[in-house]
């Protein structure tokens, strides 16, 4: 049998953390990627030359009886509660990070990279404040891997982030590959669109507090909207684009933050007294 009829292996996937986002991911990824046995069973067919089918094959979560948002898949998917399971389970190809914060995730991050696995995580917090050390540990993982690659000269350890900042557009891999010959003299835009929607709602004359329920009963802000009202949120998506355009390390702390928790519509009003808006 030549190389190009040999059966294609899925991609393995391990995911830490199940609520609102990794329920997305679960259902993007299981359903409509098909990875989930149900949706797959025509897998066998697949050859090499295709992009191998990606299956979620262990959540952990802190909790394993608490009632879930999305439908799992039992055939496929296991539940465990020791993300240790997953770091040690030499059949995950890829860690999806989507349990948020900058300690758990931080180490859960950090473990599976220096055990050889790749890392795709939207965490832009955790990012923003070790993107030069996870870069080191990526380095430092596929110096010592032994992991045959498909792709000449491909590193084994990948560490993904694209969702971090305007994934919609998207704007990293540009920054990655496709302006690296140019002089970035200039990064501006909207970074952040639960404000973004908030403020253009209050232009038309609603109330903050209006529409920042609204902004939370349609899911676009958090229950606790802090990090996007306050500004903490495109904080560090600046200092994760300055180090991507600029090449220059910005401790997040030392950007300039302030939120919209003190606009109201008068603000808009006399805004436009000015000609401004």
């Known amino acids: 049998m ?48 295709t992009p191998p089918t990606p299956i979620i094959t262990k959540i952990c979560v802190r909790d394993a009886t608490k009632p879930r948002d999305f439908t799992i898949d ?44 790749s890392v795709v995580t939207a965490n832009k917090a955790l990012i923003a404040e070790n993107l030069d050390e996870i870069a080191s540990i990526v380095e430092d993982a596929n110096n010592n891997s032994t992991t045959t690659t498909t792709t000449e000269n491909a590193p084994s350890v990948k560490f993904g982030y694209e969702a971090s900042v305007c994934g919609g ?51 676009f802000a958090e229950a606790d909207p802090t990090a996007d009202v306050e500004g903490h949120d495109v904080r560090a998506k600046i200092a994760i684009l300055a180090k991507l355009a600029f090449g220059t390390t910005v401790p997040v702390e030392s950007i300039p933050c302030v939120g919209i928790t003190n606009v109201s519509v008068i603000d808009f009003d006399y805004a436009r007294s000015m000609g401004c808006t």
């Open 2 to 49: 030549s190389p190009s009829t040999h059966l294609a292996r899925p991609l393995r996937i391990g995911m830490i953390g199940a609520g609102t986002v990794g329920g997305g991911v679960y259902e993007l990824i299981m359903n409509r990627l098909g990875g989930s046995k149900s949706s797959s069973s025509s897998d066998s067919s697949k050859k090499t030359s």
């Open 74 to 117: 039992a055939a496929s998917t296991t539940i465990v509660t020791d993300v240790q399971s997953i770091l040690d389970d030499d059949d995950i190809d890829l860690v999806v990070e989507v349990a948020g914060g900058v300690t758990f995730a931080k180490d859960a991050v950090y473990a599976s990279l220096k055990k050889g696995k």
């Open 169 to 219: 557009i998207p704007i990293i891999h540009a920054l990655q590959s496709t302006y690296s010959g140019d002089i970035i003299n200039e990064i501006t835009g909207i970074c952040n669109g639960t404000t973004n929607y908030m403020l253009g709602k209050m232009e038309a004359g609603a109330d903050y507090d209006e529409v920042l329920k609204e902004a939370q009963d349609l899911g």
